[in-house]
T-cell receptor, first 109, second 114 residues
Framework: AQRVTQPEKLLSVFKGAPVELKCNYSYSGSPELFWYVQYSRQRLQLLLR??SRESIKGFTADLNKGETSFHLKKPFAQEEDSAMYYCALSGSSYDKVIFGPGTSLSVIP | GAGVSQSPRYKVAKRGQDVALRCDPI?????LFWYQQALGQGPEFLTY????????KSGLPSDRFFAERPEGSVSTLKIQRTQQEDSAVYLC????????????FGQGTRLTVV
């Protein structure tokens, strides 16, 4: 069965400190992985996807198939990074996107 | 419009009442998704349309839930005989085609069943 887990419900870091949001998944094939972000009072939006191999707002995520993980990382957290982050998975281009429970990131000034 | 629009933004329904939630996707977007998000949880998939075809409705929790997209544009999620456990934010998202292209989300409809 497809499943996405995010072990941390809440994560607090100081401004300028590195941040890592953990994501693990279970899927029998080769999934597509995403990170979505929801800032306060804004709608859910795509942050990045693994197939793009891009860095958005300083965030990167590496797909580790051996550990079935897709952790989100940023070397230096900024206050504006405070938001709710959701890891998500899809089986294919024509499949539904399954979301994890989310991690609330708080960056302390 | 500039983005995905959902209406109403808030809905309070008495238990047993029927409700209809509307989603206006971005013009030209082929794919449309509905999600249910309970408090403190991630979005849970409900159903997926490609144009007017409902390709996946495996996430609909019961036969009280029904979704349609008759002309391949606007979609309506209908919940019959609402129950308290239906209280949640209902999110709609659209994408140009499948999940290869970015999915854009609406602001959601917060349904409270009393």
């Amino acid at each position: 069965a497809q499943r996405v887990t995010q072990p941390e419900k809440l994560l607090s870091v100081f401004k300028g400190a590195p941040v890592e949001l953990k994501c693990n998944y279970s899927y029998s094939g080769s999934p597509e992985l995403f990170w979505y972000v929801q800032y306060s009072r804004q709608r859910l939006q795509l942050l990045l996807r693994h197939i793009s191999r891009e860095s958005i707002k300083g965030f990167t995520a590496d797909l580790n198939k051996g550990e079935t993980s897709f952790h989100l990382k940023k070397p230096f957290a900024q206050e504006e990074d405070s938001a709710m982050y959701y890891c998500a998975l899809s089986g294919s281009s024509y499949d539904k996107v399954i979301f994890g429970p989310g991690t609330s990131l708080s960056v302390i000034p | 419009g500039a983005g995905v629009s959902q209406s109403p933004r808030y809905k309070v329904a008495k238990r047993g009442q029927d409700v209809a939630l509307r989603c206006d996707p971005i013009s030209g977007h082929v794919s449309l998704f509905w999600y249910q998000q309970a408090l403190g949880q991630g979005p849970e998939f409900l159903t997926y349309f490609q144009n007017e075809a409902q390709l996946d409705k495996s996430g609909l929790p019961s036969d009280r839930f029904f979704a349609e997209r008759p002309e391949g544009s606007v979609s309506t999620l209908k919940i019959q005989r609402t129950q308290q456990e239906d209280s949640a934010v209902y999110l709609c998202a659209s994408s140009l085609f499948g999940v290869d292209t970015e999915a854009f989300f609406g602001q959601g409809t917060r349904l409270t069943v009393v």
